[in-house]
RNA sequence: CGGGGCGUAGCGCAGCCUGGUAGCGCGUUUGCUUGGGGUGCAAAAGGUCGAGAGUUCAAAUCUCUCCGCCCCGACCA
């Protein structure tokens, strides 16, 4: 291919709406184009980038023994409403209705079809297992799209379902994904780090995310370097000691706080640490109002919440529900003396001499033992945890990391089977319940993530597994006839050695070329100029690299293939 | 949805406060020039100044409403 035929333009500026070093390149590059927010063209380099990545996905999910399928992106809401979720998604997906007046939804994830389709094709446990997956085209309408593919409202998801008899073969289905996927994002040159996630509304018992680290990503993972724990901030646990708060012994005795309303304002005014108050906040779960405390210096992890409490949803009490739970206004409330259910953190188990809202308007209370004075119905583990908390598998410190999700992998057991009968026929004759795992990859946004994760200040260092060309060979005097022979011969001995080759044959200044050459970051660069030929031969140059070779034109061929096999 | 910022040529921006019929750089086209890390010169094309309403003799500029985009939060496989 030859860049005077090519649809790609570069540009020298980062675009006005790009934040993140990844969006920019790809903008830059002419990978791809803003649409709207959320939803972007693939030119023709981006897209070959692209093909790339779900070539890479294909091979190791065939290799796993799935099968590839393609299913609908329309679907009717019927089948959402069967499931659930309907209720429970509804806001993130995209509604329509046909001419005859029905409910369709696009496509946000497939479990519901998958099933229903499973349902009427297996139905002997001799078709067991079964693995299933597609790559295609999701919508979902995000609240906030961002930072160009990595959060779209319309994105490219390699999705797999798989269906088994029993619980344990389930779990080889999960560790054979688990496996490709740990093969997938090594050959896509990226370091992904699986880790423990919550399962979230999709359902399910136990999931894990495969994060690419990186400072700019969405989600939080807590890494534990010594022994290996890795998990979402958002379902991971620390290790908490006894609580040793100072026991004084002393009655409660009330205080007078007008005004005085967060922990912030708290620590001010009693000119102690955040540790010495219990933060008391009022959710509204399903509707029910409940109590959870947790160390003035901490935050609620209200994942883990949710998960504890069971509920479909759950959300900050508003005022009148406040006032009506505590009888007292919003920033007074205390755990003594409340009627509705009071969780607590673990840490707090044993806490004494703490001080905590008095549920009075502008009164808190002192010397507040817990066991003592309030009625708790459960110590859990509750709070975010953060860098310094311990280990909850071995105790040392923790640290708090950044990662792009990139893949999850999720154990879901019979939660659709049960909404769809899914059932087989085992050996005995029994209809028994599928147990089903499913597992996505975000094709689109593995591919931004791959750029996030192999850049420098230039521009793009594309593994050679995912380049949208192997080899980009520069002819710096178009006008030269000699040189334009040898760029011929090169660009087609490469091309029939199997080496994408791009050529960049622009009437333009070598500068311009070797600026864009780096911008477009392809890992082998051939430079062909009347100048290197008068040395000897053309110039090879890694991307990732200062080394420059003068090669021989008559072994140019084999020492570029050479290059590009090694990469591979 | 709450808070903040922005919307002027394909891209990046100035002009707006203090109203007077639109400018710069990049890119594009043409000619010359240059020719190994974003050459130089000259000419040219390209704009309902996000949309609508209002104030005014006159609005990119002031007022109001709406729309879009970006960031933070909330929220979200």
């Given at each position: 291919m030859r860049w005077s035929r090519t649809l790609i333009n570069t540009l020298r500026d980062d675009p006005q709406e790009a934040e993140i070093a990844s969006h920019k390149l790809m903008v830059r590059a002419g990978l791809i184009r803003k649409l709207s927010g959320g939803l972007y063209t693939f030119m023709p380099f981006g897209v070959r980038a692209l093909h790339k990545v779900s070539q890479i996905v294909r091979e190791e999910m065939n290799r796993a023994g799935a099968q590839e399928i393609l299913m609908p992106a329309l679907q009717p809401a019927e089948l959402w409403e069967r499931s659930g979720r309907l209720a429970t998604m509804g806001q993130g997906m995209f509604r329509l209705k046909d001419r005859a007046d029905r409910l369709m939804v696009l496509g946000p994830t497939h479990e519901e079809v998958t099933t229903e389709m499973i349902c009427g094709e297996v139905?002997?446990?001799?078709?067991?297992?079964?693995t299933v997956y597609q790559i295609q085209t999701k919508f979902r309408d995000e609240?906030?799209?961002?930072?160009?593919?990595?959060?779209?409202?319309?994105?490219?998801?390699?999705?797999?379902?798989?269906?088994?008899?029993?619980?344990?073969?389930?779990?080889?289905?999960?560790?054979a994904m688990y496996d490709a996927y740990v093969r997938i994002f090594k050959r896509c040159g990226l370091m992904a780090r699986p880790v423990e996630a919550d399962t979230g509304d999709i359902g399910g018992k136990w999931s894990h995310e495969f994060m690419v680290l990186a400072d700019s990503g969405e989600d939080g993972v807590i890494d534990c370097p010594v022994c290996g724990y890795a998990a979402n901030q958002e379902r991971a646990e620390r290790k908490v000691d006894a609580s040793s708060g100072s026991s004084d012994g002393a009655a409660i005795e009330e205080v007078a706080?007008?005004?005085?309303?967060?922990?912030?304002?708290?620590?001010?005014?009693?000119?102690?640490?955040?540790?010495?108050?219990?933060?008391?906040?009022?959710?509204?779960?399903?509707?029910?109002?409940?109590?959870?405390?947790?160390?003035?210096?901490?935050?609620?992890?209200?994942h883990k919440f949710k998960r504890l409490l069971g509920v479909k949803k759950l959300e900050l009490a508003d005022d009148p529900t406040i006032l009506a739970a505590t009888g007292a206004p919003v920033g007074f409330a205390g755990p003594v003396g409340l009627t509705i259910p009071v969780y607590a953190d673990q840490a707090l188990k044993g806490a004494t001499g703490r001080i905590t809202g008095a549920n009075k308007a502008d009164i808190h209370i002192k010397h507040v033992d817990l066991a003592r004075d309030a009625n708790i119905t459960a110590f859990e583990d509750l709070v975010i945890v953060g860098t310094g908390d311990a280990c909850p598998k071995c105790g040392k410190p923790l640290q708090l990391k950044r990662g792009i999700e990139v893949g999850h992998?999720?154990?879901?057991?019979?939660?659709?089977?049960?909404?769809?009968?899914?059932?087989?026929?085992?050996?005995?004759?029994?209809?028994?319940?599928?147990?089903?795992?499913?597992?996505?990859?975000?094709?689109?946004?593995?591919?931004?993530?791959?750029?996030?994760?192999?850049?420098?200040?230039?521009?793009?260092?594309?593994?050679?597994s995912v380049a949208p060309f192997a080899v980009t060979l520069l002819l710096l005097d178009p006008k030269d006839a000699a040189v334009c022979a040898v760029v011929d011969k090169l660009e087609k001995e490469l091309q029939d050695a199997g080496i994408d080759v791009f050529v960049d044959d622009r009437e333009d200044r070598p500068g311009v070329k070797f600026k864009d050459a780096d911008l477009i970051g392809c890992p082998v660069r051939v430079v062909v100029g009347a100048k290197g030929l008068a040395k000897g031969g053309v110039e090879v140059k890694m991307r990732n690299s200062k080394d420059m070779a003068i090669v021989p034109i008559d072994a140019a061929v084999a020492d570029i293939v050479g290059r590009v096999k090694a990469l591979v």
């Open positions: 139905s002997s446990y001799r078709q067991l297992p079964c609240i906030r799209p961002r930072f160009g593919l990595m959060r779209a409202k319309e994105f490219i998801m390699k999705d797999a379902y798989s269906f088994d008899v029993s619980y344990e073969a389930a779990d080889a289905s999960y560790q706080t007008p005004n005085v309303r967060t922990i912030d304002e708290l620590t001010a005014f009693f000119k102690c640490a955040g540790d010495c108050f219990i933060k008391t906040l009022i959710y509204s779960a399903d509707g029910n109002p409940v109590a959870v405390l947790v160390p003035g210096d901490r935050d609620l992890n209200e992998v999720f154990k879901l057991g019979t939660k659709y089977s049960e909404s769809f009968d899914a059932r087989f026929l085992t050996a005995e004759g029994q209809r028994e319940l599928m147990v089903m795992g499913c597992y996505g990859i975000g094709v689109t946004r593995t591919l931004q993530a791959v750029i996030e994760q192999n850049h420098d200040a230039d521009g793009i260092l594309w593994p050679a």
